[in-house]
């Protein structure tokens, strides 16, 4: 949970306290268990009505930091942190560090106390995977990580106007999310509902229905002056590579958020062809939920990564972090690789009514796990200099 992995499995509490026996009561009193797998003095054990597994182990205040580190994680976070104490003459436990030449035990009630005893910054939970955090702890070289403050905006926004979508339609008015943006501290929000159905509708159909959710769209900015409305869509591409709209259509948008939501058994080569022919339009910003997998559910399709990533970063391209639980895409290790690319990201919430704005968190903490800086991510840019980006004027962040 603190390292915000995209799927969880047991889940280890831990608590500083000196009041143990009433922490243990509590805890065993969890009104959807299933049953109490074991109940001591420093430690529980339950089992959830819903199958996970709870453990919760108790510490003193003095010695909180320490079973907290520990308990966090990684495994291999912890096994190459205790090597690199053993050669500094400590071992590493629960309970402190331990001094292996006196046998002496120190405490620390905070982790930031413990990692400074081992001569190292404290190491965002993100990122405490083995992949060279504690070199650069050591060093005093750490990234700084994007934080959710420093989001100044969200792109991925569908509404429920009347837009008669191709896929799934929204179920909040413009007017109602663009004033939760306004209460989130966002300078802007970008309105991409999916595209009016090819199948049931026109190219002048098309065209109309766009043009009328941007008269709405006009309409709402006169009353709510402190948000900035931008007119988006989600717009699929289809198996030819081509936009579900024309050009015509298109020019009604200020930029575009593509996305592949069919044919997902194509090969890796057509399907990341597929992609860069609907990136290639001037008008198309942000490639949607990349790798269009959903957690426990579906794998996705195969990209060419390496293609696609130099493609981006060429033509001024983003890719998008998608925030919903069930997507969480780009994954934290494409994240990392699309960083090492110097490939921009863009984090949005993909959400269908006012209450999903919320999720933006977790979009942030993938991009937190793949090591993005506020200067990774686009909508960590102000309002002017992200329109610099989308129209093309200005370059690359």
Avoid at 112 to 118: D, G, R, T
Avoid at 120 to 139: F, H, S, Y
Avoid at 197 to 214: A, G
Avoid at 286 to 299: D, M, S, V
Wanted: glycine share 6%; with cysteine; proline share 3%.
């Amino acid at each position: 949970l603190r390292r915000m992995m995209p799927t969880v499995g047991d889940i280890d509490i831990a608590v500083a306290t000196d009041r143990p026996k009433d922490a243990i009561e509590h805890f065993v009193s969890y009104p959807y268990k299933d049953r109490v797998i074991e109940k001591g003095s420093a430690t529980s054990s339950l089992l959830t009505t819903g199958g996970a597994q709870i453990d919760l182990m108790i510490q003193s205040i003095d010695g909180f930091g320490a079973l907290l580190q520990h308990f966090t994680g990684s495994k291999d976070h912890n096994v190459h942190l205790r090597e690199y104490a053993l050669k500094k003459g400590f071992s590493l436990s629960e309970r402190g560090i331990k001094s292996l030449k006196t046998g002496k035990m120190t405490q620390y009630d905070s982790e930031e106390k413990f990692y400074e005893a081992l001569g190292m910054d404290w190491i965002p939970p993100e990122i405490r995977e083995n992949k060279g955090e504690i070199e650069l702890a050591i060093q005093h070289k750490l990234p700084k990580l994007i934080e959710l403050v420093d989001i100044k905006g969200d792109l991925h926004i569908h509404s429920k106007f009347p837009i008669e979508p191709s896929h799934d339609l929204g179920q909040t008015s413009i007017r109602e999310m663009a004033e939760y943006a306004r209460k989130l501290n966002y300078q802007y929000i970008g309105f991409s509902e999916h595209n009016p159905s090819v199948s049931k509708h026109t190219k002048q159909q098309i065209y109309s229905l766009i043009s009328k959710r941007n008269e709405q769209i006009e309409q709402i900015k006169l009353s709510i002056k402190d948000i900035r409305i931008i007119k988006m869509l989600e717009i699929d591409i289809l198996g030819s590579g081509e936009f579900a709209i024309d050009d015509k259509s298109m020019d009604l948008l200020d930029g575009a958020i593509v996305s592949i939501h069919s044919s997902f058994a194509t090969n890796k080569d057509d399907m990341t062809k597929r992609a860069l022919e609907g990136l290639s339009h001037p008008k198309a910003k942000i490639l949607a939920h990349p790798t269009g997998r959903l957690l426990n559910e579906r794998k996705g399709y195969e990209l060419d990564f390496d293609k696609i990533f130099d493609f981006c970063k060429k033509n001024n391209k983003a890719l998008e972090i998608n925030s919903l639980p069930q997507r969480l895409d780009l994954p934290d290790s494409l994240i990392k690789e699309a960083v090492d690319n110097g490939v921009k990201l863009v984090v949005n919430t993909d959400s269908h009514e006012v209450s999903q704005m919320n999720l933006m968190k977790y979009g942030v903490a993938m991009a937190r796990r793949g090591w993005a800086t506020k200067n990774d991510i686009l909508n960590t840019l102000s309002y002017n200099d992200f329109m610099k980006w989308l129209s093309n004027k200005g370059g690359e962040k």
